[in-house]
DNA sequence: AAAACGGGGCG
DNA sequence: CGCCCAGTTTT
């Protein structure tokens, strides 16, 4: 039997029942593929279900305020593609009535919406015959085909392009992506896969080869770099503290924090008083501090670790205009502080 | 072309 | 502890 209608026959039979299987409008095709780049099912689907609950139609969601978006997106990761979300919602809204494009060329020009995402809402949503490469993808083209040519370089890129649109199905574009992409997830898994029960077994080069670990060929991978966070909680008599958004871009870009001190090296507690950034933010006010983490807590991101430590100071003033404490948990804030905040108060 | 961008889960 | 995840944007 031939690739092709193997994996869709293996679908029919195998398909999980997700919350976006069971609609073709595109606002919750866009919202679900959104949400699920780069992140898997178990850890996207309750967030898709919360901002369906939250936002049923795009101009619920472009009418909502960013920050209140970014607070229903926290412990995703990839932030940015909550402010792009909530950007192409208003744009759609506000110029093209709430109703989204329909072919490829088009949803490509959204932003957050790349060649993956727009091959599979139009495939999808609209049945056009535009192939999906993601991470499931590559995996299964370069096994079954034996394929070693890195995904992750141009040369790869393309190739596995034209590969998936050479092999779609004309027929049926939505059930065809979707079920390369569910055989890659459940059956042919980046670790140990299950090729005794597999229906391509008997064609398969990689598992004639013995190179399905092998397979796919990924490049060098990024280096990690480590930081040192110093976050500053302040206390002051009239329960306030300072808790303000990262405006600046990179990580967390427009989530909120405590103030940070960023260090070359631990800062002991005996140098704590001293540092330059501290004498100077306090201005000689008095204040008490205390160390709310013996051992530096380790928050590890794709590229760097963040030797984190909490400090707790308690003063008479703030030294600028502060938050009330009880307000701080309405506000979007990395998992590193808000599994802090939740422990610490 | 390469780096930046989160957080969770698994072997 | 390294790799992977329904990738996109910026540099």
């Not at 329960?239 to 070359?264: A, S």
């Amino acid at each position: 039997m031939d690739f092709n209608k193997t994996l869709t026959l293996w679908y029919s039979e195998h398909k999980r029942e997700l919350p976006w299987r069971r609609t073709k409008n595109p606002y919750n095709i866009w919202l679900s593929e959104i949400i699920l780049q780069q992140t898997q099912i178990a850890q996207g689907q309750p967030y898709y279900n919360a901002f369906v609950s939250k936002y049923p139609t795009v101009f619920d969601l472009a009418n909502a305020q960013e920050t209140e978006v970014l607070k229903l997106w926290q412990g995703l990761g990839y932030y940015s593609r909550a402010r792009n979300l909530h950007t192409t919602a208003k744009h759609i809204a506000t110029h093209h009535n709430g109703i989204f494009p329909n072919t490829y060329k088009d949803l490509l020009k959204l932003k957050g919406v790349g060649d993956y995402t727009a091959s599979a809402i139009a495939s999808i949503c609209y049945g056009e015959p535009t192939a999906v490469v993601d991470g499931n993808v590559y995996r299964v083209l370069s096994r079954y085909f034996g394929i070693d040519t890195p995904i992750n370089a141009t040369d790869g890129i393309k190739e596995f392009k034209a590969l998936a649109e050479s092999l779609m199905d004309h027929d049926h574009p939505s059930d065809y992506n979707q079920a390369i992409m569910e055989f890659g997830a459940v059956q042919c898994k980046p670790k140990n896969p299950n090729c005794q029960i597999c229906p391509l077994n008997d064609s398969c080069v990689a598992l004639q080869k013995n190179l399905i670990d092998q397979l796919p060929v990924k490049l060098k991978k990024t280096k990690v770099s480590t930081k040192y966070f110093n976050f500053l909680v302040l206390l002051s008599t009239d329960k306030q503290t300072i808790f303000q958004k990262r405006v600046k871009k990179g990580i967390w870009q427009n989530l909120y924090q405590f103030p940070l001190l960023e260090t070359e090296k631990k800062l002991k507690i005996a140098d704590f008083k001293n540092h330059p950034f501290i004498s100077r933010y306090f201005a000689n006010a008095p204040f008490e501090f205390s160390l709310y983490n013996n051992k530096d807590i380790i928050h590890k991101l794709s590229h760097q670790h963040l030797h984190t430590k909490f400090w707790i100071i308690e003063i008479d003033q703030l030294p600028q205009k502060g938050m009330p404490i009880t307000e701080i948990k309405n506000h979007p804030t990395p998992i590193l502080i808000s599994n802090f905040i939740d422990d610490f108060f």
